[in-house]
């Protein structure tokens, strides 16, 4: 019952006018750089945080929130009819998306996808509802070895899911880490990694390296592949509604697609990615129609459609509950609290509620305004491809620049963006994710804090890390994420 009374409080927060218009601007932003390809979530959050420092805390998450949730509406748009996802977790949309509209079936396959991003946002906000008071209220008997073995289960799962070798995912992890103790040491007051320089004794700004890895990396990386020849477009064909086959045929995987996405999400290391790769290879072994698999089956289109969105819902249940990010979003998302001064978890649950529930409530709302903006507007919306993409990247990279300068006022903050951003390019260019980077500059200084309060408490003794149930159980799956693999490959070699 307490829920349900914290819930309608969180609709009186979001439903206040004000409020109101950010979850509109979030979700007009979001739509829009979902349907541009190259551009995410993540990079247009990490670009506003310079800017939205005036805004009220619980306005600019709303915001925020509409970003998130419209980028995976407007992702589908580009992969139905342009065969180029705009969103990772677009690319399974876009198998069978494309083949629909080719045979004239876009709007049926833009209805799907819209309505599934719906129904699965609904329901996944719903269950992100209940299980973040619950997950908050275990979190207040966790210990400091418990967070830690929760962090160190979060670095080796990130490293490796994330990225085509371990290898690749550790270094990028360690590299976040060494950015993210740089300064001073705030347990013995020691300069770290400062190379004598005054200026870095205050540490990188968060927003700075987000901003550099995003805005200048993955700009300069898509610029570098730009083509000037633009994709063909399929036009928006059929009926401008699902007919009674299409319905029957798209509610179970939306269904199917809820269930395999809001878990999935709350995984480190998952995305939307992987959610959407498993509901497409569900949906292919389920069918009753096996033969259109391939040629544009709608299962294909509302089972991945509906999972990435559930899975937008789940990575907000660690995030907010533990301050736990499972994904790159999620962890510009965090960088925005820390923006803020709050740090998620269950205090904030009871020292805030009015920005966690107006949150949440705010994704009900988000979810009906971007089913509006998305099914009639379509047309819309597909305009935006014609924006040349040269002054497109030069934009955001001047908005950037004018961001992080306004920050501080600082040539050093400018000199940082420009290393780490051509860093960040590197990254892309020989395939070293970039997610592991920012859960490690996050994650890195509260696990290193986790860790010396719990040995200090321990006198030393390594085993307090695995004193608690919890926190045994959580070393030993992170100890068996590295080993496991190397164990099987071993197997397979001597077999």
């Not at 979030?26 to 990490?46: D, E």
């Not at 570098?224 to 477009?233: D, E, K």
């Not at 072994?285 to 937008?312: C, D, R, S, W, Y």
């Not at 994650?443 to 890390?465: D, I, K, W, Y």
Request: include cysteine; charge should be positive.
């Amino acid at each position: 019952m307490e829920t349900f009374e914290l819930l309608l409080h969180g609709f009186s927060v979001a439903l206040q006018p004000t409020n109101l218009m950010w979850a509109l601007v979030g979700s007009v932003l979001g739509t829009a750089i979902g349907i541009l390809p190259g551009i995410g979530p993540a990079l247009t959050i990490a670009l506003l945080l310079p800017v939205t420092t005036a805004l009220a805390p619980t306005s600019a998450f709303i915001m925020f929130a509409g970003i998130l949730y419209g980028a995976m509406y407007g992702g589908s748009t580009t992969s139905i009819l342009l065969n180029t996802p705009g969103e990772a977790g677009s690319m399974m949309t876009a198998l069978e998306g494309n083949k629909m509209a080719r045979a004239g079936r876009g709007a049926a396959a833009l209805a799907t996808a819209a309505i599934g991003s719906f129904v699965a946002g609904t329901i996944a906000t719903l269950a992100l509802t209940f299980a973040a008071p619950a997950v908050a209220e275990l979190a207040f008997y966790f210990k400091p070895t418990d967070y830690f073995a929760i962090t160190a289960l979060a670095f080796c799962s990130v490293a490796v899911v994330m990225g085509t070798s371990r290898t690749r995912g550790f270094v990028s992890l360690f590299l976040g880490i060494a950015i993210g103790v740089i300064g001073i040491d705030t347990m013995t007051g020691q300069p770290r990694l400062t190379f004598g320089n005054m200026q870095l004794l205050r540490g990188i700004a968060l927003t700075v390296v987000l901003v550099s890895l995003f805005a200048v990396g993955e700009i300069l990386y898509v610029a570098s592949r730009y083509r000037s020849t633009p994709g063909v477009m399929a036009p928006i064909k059929g009926q401008l509604w699902m007919t009674k086959q299409d319905w029957a045929r798209s509610w179970k995987p939306w269904l199917r697609g809820t269930a395999i996405g809001f878990p999935m999400g709350a995984l480190p290391g998952s995305g939307s990615e992987i959610p959407t790769m498993l509901s497409y290879t569900l949906e292919r072994k389920l069918t009753k129609h096996p033969e259109e698999f391939g040629k544009g089956a709608i299962e294909g289109v509302a089972g991945p459609e509906a999972a990435n969105n559930a899975a937008a819902a789940g990575i907000l249940v660690p995030l907010l509950t533990l301050g736990l990010p499972t994904s790159a979003t999620a962890a510009v998302l965090l960088a925005a609290f820390q923006n803020y001064g709050l740090q998620p978890g269950p205090f904030l649950f009871t020292s805030n509620p009015a920005l966690i529930w107006g949150l949440i409530a705010s994704l009900y709302v988000g979810n009906v305004m971007l089913l509006v903006l998305n099914l009639p507007l379509v047309g819309i919306w597909v305009q935006l491809l014609r924006i040349p993409r040269p002054q497109l990247y030069a934009g955001i990279l001047v908005f950037a620049m004018i961001g992080v300068w306004g920050l501080a006022g600082s040539w050093m903050d400018l000199t940082i963006m420009l290393v780490v951003g051509l860093g960040g390019y590197v990254m892309r260019v020989y395939d070293f994710p970039i997610a592991p980077v920012l859960i490690g500059l996050i994650l890195g200084p509260m696990a290193e804090t986790q860790l010396r309060t719990a040995l200090a408490a321990g006198q030393g003794n390594p085993l307090v890390l695995v004193s608690t149930p919890l926190s045994a159980v959580l070393i030993t799956l992170a100890v068996l994420l590295l080993a496991l693999p190397i164990l099987l490959k071993r197997l397979r070699a001597n077999a």
